[in-house]
């Protein structure tokens, strides 16, 4: 479906047929459809607000070439539920069960393309904390003129996304290697990393350990938790986080954090085994 880059006048058809394949994914009376060659960037928004989803097509390439038509289904599906949540105005009050933390790195965005200051606070050195209302398939994060218009403070969200947050299901599979114990949890309900924020379980965790608990959210669909017994647990955890750093679909940090005395500090994994604060 979708054409690689190649050169010369072969790399301008590839670009046309790209275009015209998504415009035809991308149909609707309401929606405005661009393309900018030079930033490879396709956009689609609503003729009315003009708020859309930009979409990088090198990108989109990359993955259709991975795997295929469901990489194109899946776009297609997420751009339209974005869309669609743009479009809609949602309440707090009544839905203080749907409300969830999401973490997200510090290099996130603080506001939404329409000007909206997100609400947000400090999490760690390397990552912050957004707050999301849950809509079945996706979610709409809360920005400060949802929150003041409706009449709630920080502290009432932040106490209703914690509680929820708690109430999730942690099962975590483990998995030894090299006398080191993996633990992942990965349950693809949007909100696997927030459960670092589940201090009874990270406590928990900690009590159970033998030797250096090591916890990771490298994108938003994964917590990975270590008791790192040796060296080479440094190594292999590196490695991994890393490795899920690079194909999440919502990266956050490709730093592990040492969890000690309730507390989360991010570390440096040198070549030699060893961690370095």
């Known amino acids: ?25 991308f149909t609707h009376d309401e929606w405005r459809v661009s393309f900018n060659r030079d930033k490879d960037i396709y956009r689609v928004e609503w003729k009315d607000t003009k708020q859309g989803v930009s979409i990088n097509i090198p990108n989109v390439i990359a993955k259709y070439e991975r795997r295929g038509d469901l990489a194109i289904e899946e776009l297609h599906f997420h751009v339209s539920e974005s869309l669609t949540m743009m479009h809609e105005e949602h309440q707090l009050e009544g ?39 849950d809509l079945g398939t996706t979610y709409q994060l809360i920005d ?3 929150l003041n218009e409706q009449g709630w403070n920080l502290e009432r969200l932040k106490e209703i996304a914690l509680f929820n947050i708690r109430s999730l299901d942690v099962n975590p599979k483990k998995d030894t290697v090299a ?54 647990g440094y190594d292999i955890l590196a490695q991994m986080t890393m490795k899920f750093f690079a194909e999440g679909r919502v990266p956050i940090t490709s730093l592990p954090f040492i969890y000690e005395d309730k507390h989360l500090e991010p570390v440096f994994i040198l070549a030699k085994n060893k961690p370095q604060k």
């Open 1 to 25: 479906m979708f054409s690689s880059e190649k050169e010369d006048e072969e790399d301008d058809n590839d670009i046309n047929q790209n275009e015209k394949k998504l415009d035809e994914l």
């Open 179 to 232: 006398e080191n114990d993996f633990y992942f949890i990965a349950t693809q309900d949007g909100y696997d990393a927030s459960r670092i924020l589940n201090e009874a379980f990270l406590e928990e965790m900690k009590a159970n350990a033998v030797g250096e608990l090591v916890v990771a959210v490298p994108h938003q669909d994964v917590l990975i938790i270590t008791d790192v017994k040796n060296e080479m």
């Open 95 to 133: 839905e203080e069960k749907h409300i969830f933390p999401v973490i997200r790195a510090t290099s996130f965005p603080k506001k939404t393309k329409a000007g909206k200051e997100l609400v947000y606070v400090q999490h760690t050195a390397e990552t912050n904390i957004y707050y999301a209302l």
């Open 144 to 146: 400060k003129k949802m």
